[in-house]
């Protein structure tokens, strides 16, 4: 099994990477053997990863890093980077590399603070891998100040750094920074992928597959959660049930209040499992004793710890929102699907009686409304609008039609 298996639906792109991997293995041997440098190459510092959600932009991004880092003893007859196996690919796709340096937003922004180590670390030659990477997952939120740094750093890089950006689009990132990468664009994986991935790597029975590929539209990851988590099910389940609730203003209050709780228990999960261990870590190295008081001048580094895991709270909530609302979007495209006549496929065929009840029971322009203002609660949440008031006006917008 190769790094490249991982990619779903994305042969075009693997190939791309397979090449600049084998180009970037050529480099490192020869620089090594103090030999003449190739002419031609496929390789470059900075990759720019874009594609629609779910199409799996960090995933390629990350088993291109384990590529460039593979020291499987195949390439010397003539194997391609990128085994899988070997100490450097399983580091590298574990995010335990030495040399790979990964950069997420913890909040709303990926603040300068966030990024002044790594950048520091691009200029330093690789500690023990064969290049040194910065992989960046979330570049559409760098702001003015951590994308300056960035730019610096894109502008005049080491000879063995590596930058991998991760966007939605790329006019989701800085004109100057783009400039520099070299561009990728990952498409939707069809549901025929989606349900053979399931099947072959996850051991999903094919019915099940099947059903989280099309209800998720060809989302990797959340096809996945869909098809082993039941609470996944449970929680999309009572989402699709919501339309057919909003027939009185207390019951769109309701169903707002019932939205963001499912949002804040998601993320109160995350941060049970997650921030306790990183506090007592970062209280061991400090030197605190098992249950004593921490070391003085320390308290500092503890806020800022505290700062992050609020940070984190507040976006594992919005992007738990957020995926109900990609529920109910696709809810809606299939209302209107039945409205029109339209010979697409049903998404949500588990909820074929609601679809149809309210396909009969409004008109297309109702429906259309009702999808735009899914849209504008999902912007108001990208503003920071408070999430309940940004759902309770999303609820009562789908109850006027």
Same mark, same amino acid.
Request: glycine content about 6%; proline content about 4%; aromatic content about 2%.
């Given at each position: 099994?190769?790094?490249?298996?991982?990619?779903?639906?994305?042969?075009?792109?693997?190939?791309?990477?397979?090449?600049?991997?084998?180009?970037?293995?050529?480099?490192?041997?020869?620089?090594?053997?103090?030999?003449?440098?190739?002419?031609?190459?496929?390789?470059?510092?900075?990759?720019?990863?874009?594609?629609?959600?779910?199409?799996?932009? +960090?995933?390629?991004?990350?088993?291109?890093?384990? #590529?460039?880092?593979?020291?499987?003893?195949?390439?010397?007859?003539?194997?391609?980077?990128?085994?899988?196996?070997?100490?450097?690919?399983?580091?590298?796709?574990?995010?335990?590399?030495?040399?790979?340096?990964?950069?997420?937003?913890?909040?709303?922004?990926?603040?300068?603070?966030?990024?002044?180590?790594?950048?520091?670390?691009?200029?330093?030659?690789?500690?023990?891998?064969?290049?040194?990477?910065?992989?960046?997952?979330?570049?559409?939120?760098? +702001?003015? =100040?951590?994308?300056?740094?960035?730019?610096?750093?894109?502008?005049?890089?080491?000879?063995?750094?590596?930058?991998?950006?991760?966007?939605?689009?790329?006019?989701?990132?800085?004109?100057?920074?783009?400039?520099?990468?070299?561009?990728?664009?990952?498409?939707?994986?069809?549901?025929?992928?989606?349900?053979?991935?399931?099947?072959?790597?996850?051991?999903?029975?094919?019915?099940?597959?099947?059903?989280?590929?099309?209800?998720?539209?060809?989302?990797?990851?959340?096809?996945?959660?869909?098809?082993?988590? !039941?609470? #996944?099910?449970?929680?999309?389940?009572?989402?699709?049930?919501? !339309?057919?609730?909003?027939?009185?203003?207390?019951?769109?209050? =309701?169903?707002?209040?019932?939205?963001?709780?499912?949002?804040?228990?998601?993320?109160?999960?995350?941060?049970?499992?997650?921030?306790? =261990?990183?506090?007592?870590?970062?209280?061991?190295?400090?030197?605190?004793?098992?249950?004593?008081?921490?070391?003085?001048?320390?308290?500092?580094?503890? =806020?800022?710890?505290?700062?992050?895991?609020?940070?984190?709270?507040?976006?594992?909530?919005?992007?738990?929102?957020?995926?109900?609302?990609?529920?109910?979007?696709?809810?809606?495209?299939?209302?209107?699907?039945?409205?029109?006549?339209?010979?697409?496929?049903?998404? +949500?065929?588990?909820?074929?009686?609601?679809?149809?009840?309210?396909?009969?029971?409004?008109?297309?322009?109702?429906?259309?409304?009702?999808?735009?203002?899914?849209?504008?609660?999902?912007?108001?949440?990208?503003?920071?609008?408070?999430?309940?008031?940004?759902?309770?006006?999303?609820?009562?917008?789908?109850?006027?039609?």
């Amino acid at each position: 099994m190769t790094v490249w298996d991982d990619l779903v639906g994305q042969e075009k792109v693997s190939a791309v990477l397979d090449a600049a991997a084998r180009d970037a293995d050529a480099l490192v041997t020869a620089a090594a053997a103090d030999e003449p440098l190739p002419e031609a190459s496929k390789m470059t510092h900075a990759w720019l990863f874009t594609g629609p959600p779910g199409a799996g932009r +960090n995933q390629a991004a990350r088993a291109f890093a384990a #590529a460039l880092q593979c020291v499987s003893p195949d390439r010397a007859l003539g194997g391609s980077p990128g085994c899988g196996f070997c100490d450097g690919c399983h580091t590298a796709l574990l995010g335990t590399h030495a040399d790979v340096s990964t950069v997420a937003a913890v909040g709303a922004e990926i603040l300068v603070r966030d990024m002044r180590d790594t950048v520091r670390k691009s200029f330093t030659a690789p500690a023990n891998g064969r290049w040194q990477i910065i992989l960046v997952e979330d570049a559409e939120r760098l +702001n003015e =100040k951590s994308a300056n740094a960035v730019l610096k750093a894109v502008e005049e890089p080491a000879p063995r750094t590596v930058w991998l950006l991760c966007a939605p689009s790329v006019e989701d990132v800085l004109p100057t920074i783009r400039s520099r990468c070299r561009h990728l664009n990952l498409s939707t994986p069809s549901v025929a992928a989606v349900t053979d991935m399931l099947v072959r790597r996850d051991g999903v029975e094919p019915e099940v597959a099947a059903a989280a590929a099309r209800a998720t539209q060809g989302h990797v990851d959340r096809a996945r959660r869909l098809a082993t988590d !039941p609470a #996944a099910r449970e929680r999309r389940a009572a989402v699709l049930k919501l !339309p057919l609730r909003l027939d009185e203003v207390g019951a769109c209050l =309701k169903a707002a209040q019932e939205l963001v709780d499912a949002a804040a228990e998601d993320a109160k999960q995350l941060a049970e499992e997650v921030d306790g =261990k990183e506090t007592e870590e970062l209280k061991t190295a400090l030197g605190a004793a098992q249950g004593g008081r921490l070391p003085r001048g320390t308290a500092g580094v503890m =806020k800022d710890l505290e700062d992050m895991q609020k940070r984190r709270r507040t976006r594992t909530q919005r992007d738990s929102l957020d995926v109900a609302l990609g529920d109910l979007t696709a809810f809606y495209r299939d209302v209107l699907a039945l409205q029109l006549g339209s010979r697409v496929a049903i998404a +949500n065929a588990d909820a074929e009686d609601a679809l149809e009840r309210l396909a009969r029971s409004s008109a297309p322009e109702s429906t259309l409304r009702r999808i735009e203002a899914i849209g504008a609660c999902r912007d108001a949440l990208d503003r920071n609008v408070a999430p309940l008031l940004a759902v309770e006006a999303m609820t009562m917008a789908l109850r006027a039609g």
